[in-house]
């Protein structure tokens, strides 16, 4: 709670007189299992779903002075923190499967949607979470 939630919430706080001054805007990171629920990983499911709240709370304190504030949920990508499902290949391709695009998503996948949710071309975009997740919580 305290890596995942309570420091979104502090660096957002210090951030925000400095992004109050430049039009700047915060996106966080949420989680697949903001949406889903994993009893393997509960504190970890609940503090990525307070991200879910933080953000559309923040948006609402914050965009009364043009900061606006956004979060991303990414799903299964290949990183550390996952190489011990995507490297076993019975849970990778179970993964790959159940998503729409039939793919684990990649960190360049990430890419983007952090540059849309913090650019002008999303100025009319705050308090949302944005799902990255190759379609894997809508199967």
């Known amino acids: 709670m305290d890596i995942n939630l309570n420091s979104a919430m502090r660096l957002s706080r210090s951030a925000f007189p400095l992004l109050k001054a430049t039009g700047g805007s915060i996106v966080n990171f949420a989680s697949m299992l903001s949406y889903l629920a994993d009893e393997s990983v509960p504190s970890y499911t609940a503090s990525k779903t307070g991200i879910m709240g933080l953000t559309r709370a923040m948006a609402h304190k ?44 990649t960190t360049e996948d990430l890419v983007g949607p952090i540059l849309f949710l913090s650019s002008p071309a999303a100025a009319f975009v705050t308090g949302i979470t944005l799902p990255v997740d190759g379609g894997y919580h809508s199967g």
């Open 62 to 105: 914050y965009g009364r002075d043009g900061v606006r504030v956004n979060a991303m949920a990414p799903g299964y990508h290949r990183t550390d923190m996952t190489k011990p499902l995507w490297s076993v290949e019975e849970s990778a391709a179970k993964i790959a499967e159940r998503s729409a695009l039939k793919r684990w998503g």
